[in-house]
Nanobody, 125 residues
Framework: QVRLVESGGGLVQAGDSLRLSCAAS????????MGWFRQAPGKEREFVAG????????TYSYSAKGRFTISKGGAENTVYLQMNSLRPEDTAVYYC??????????????????WGQGTQVTVSS
């Protein structure tokens, strides 16, 4: 079984930065892409950023573009999300996910096969 574990969330003020980390463990898998999603209370889970593993190509939501950076970690199947200039509207539980095939693009929630438990990010005004 594949397990993804996120870390790095916390309570910060508007304008501050956080770096989220995600590490996969357990069974090996073909890593086509990894991504970050977030879910605020009462809202649907939404795409934040994704990275294709082979090419390193990145994709960002409109909100994340220019503020957030997704990158590969040093260890196999690890990924970071550097978040700068945080806003209160960024408050959400952030989830890491892994995609094992190319049946859909990195922005689609249902295209991911494995999910972490989430880490809370709270941004105060």
């Amino acid at each position: 079984q594949v397990r993804l574990v996120e870390s790095g969330g916390g309570l910060v003020q508007a304008g501050d930065s956080l770096r989220l980390s995600c590490a996969a463990s357990g069974q090996s898998f073909t890593n086509y892409a990894m991504g970050w999603f977030r879910q605020a209370p009462g809202k649907e889970r939404e795409f934040v950023a994704g990275i294709r593993w082979s090419s390193g190509s990145t994709t960002y939501s409109y909100s994340a573009k220019g503020r957030f950076t997704i990158s590969k970690g040093g260890a196999e199947n690890t990924v970071y999300l550097q978040m700068n200039s945080l806003r209160p509207e960024d408050t959400a539980v952030y989830y890491c996910a892994a995609q094992t095939s190319r049946i859909t693009g990195v922005t689609f929630l249902n295209g991911y096969d494995y999910w972490g438990q989430g880490t809370q990010v709270t941004v105060s005004s």
